[in-house]
């Protein structure tokens, strides 16, 4: 029979296969001077403010933060920001150099930049006028079309129902006509029929005396 595992086993099985949770890092690597394991991260969740600093550098970031955030979300934080102002750090290197190459002024580059922006804002916005315009054109077209079909479609019934009334109105008078030919025939042969037809003859009897008779017959029909 085998063994049974006993408790104390179960529980040192469950220790060693037990997923242990990650820890979170608390110290990064710093973006100005490119040190790694220099930054490091404060929590006060009482103030609710992260900061952090470099340890070779000193440079110091600060932000407000909530009672979930922790170390890792002030630093991505800190990242996001300083992605932003490194962009415009280069845009405004952009503008010198172009400045610089063609001998202008910073605000004549940033003005003439922002009426090319504009006159190109008003470019697509008369684009999507004119895109609008074609679109209530077309549905213009497709309601006057749908009109047109729709007066076709009564005008053609009306048709056919006037054929249809004219169709039953010729055959109601031809089976008229017929009928009052029927009557005339009729009448025609009860007047043949009711015409007393006279019948006349003589009769002689033995005695040598003869005897003139006339009969009037009147057929029926």
């Not at 990064?28 to 404060?42: I, N, P, S």
């Not at 039953?168 to 008229?176: D, G, P």
């Not at 006279?198 to 006339?214: A, E, F, H, I, L």
Request: some cysteine; charged content about 30%.
């Amino acid at each position: 029979m085998p063994r049974r595992n006993t408790n104390a086993e179960r529980r040192a099985w469950k220790k060693r296969n037990q997923k242990r949770p990650q820890k979170l890092e608390k110290v990064f690597e710093c973006l100005q001077c490119a040190r790694g394991k220099t930054v490091g991260c404060k929590i006060d969740h009482g103030c609710r403010i992260g900061s952090l600093t470099c340890s070779l550098c000193n440079i110091a970031y600060s932000c407000a933060i909530s009672h979930l955030d922790c170390e890792v979300d002030v630093y991505h934080q800190w990242v996001d920001t300083w992605e932003k102002t490194d962009s415009s750090k280069k845009a405004s290197n952009e503008v010198q150099r172009v400045c610089g190459a063609q001998g202008r002024e910073p605000q004549q580059v940033l003005d003439q930049t922002q009426s090319s922006v504009q006159d190109r804002a008003s470019i697509e916005s008369d684009a999507h006028d004119n895109d609008k315009n074609k679109d209530k054109d077309a549905t213009k077209v497709q309601a006057q079309a749908q009109t047109q079909t729709r007066v076709s479609c009564q005008a053609m019934k009306k048709r056919l129902i006037n054929a249809a009334a004219a169709v039953a109105h010729a055959h109601l008078k031809r089976k008229q006509k017929r009928l009052q030919q029927i009557e005339r025939t009729q009448e025609r042969r009860n007047s043949l029929n009711q015409t007393p037809i006279q019948v006349g003859g003589q009769v002689q009897c033995q005695n040598g005396v003869s005897w003139d008779y006339t009969v009037l017959d009147e057929r029926e029909s």
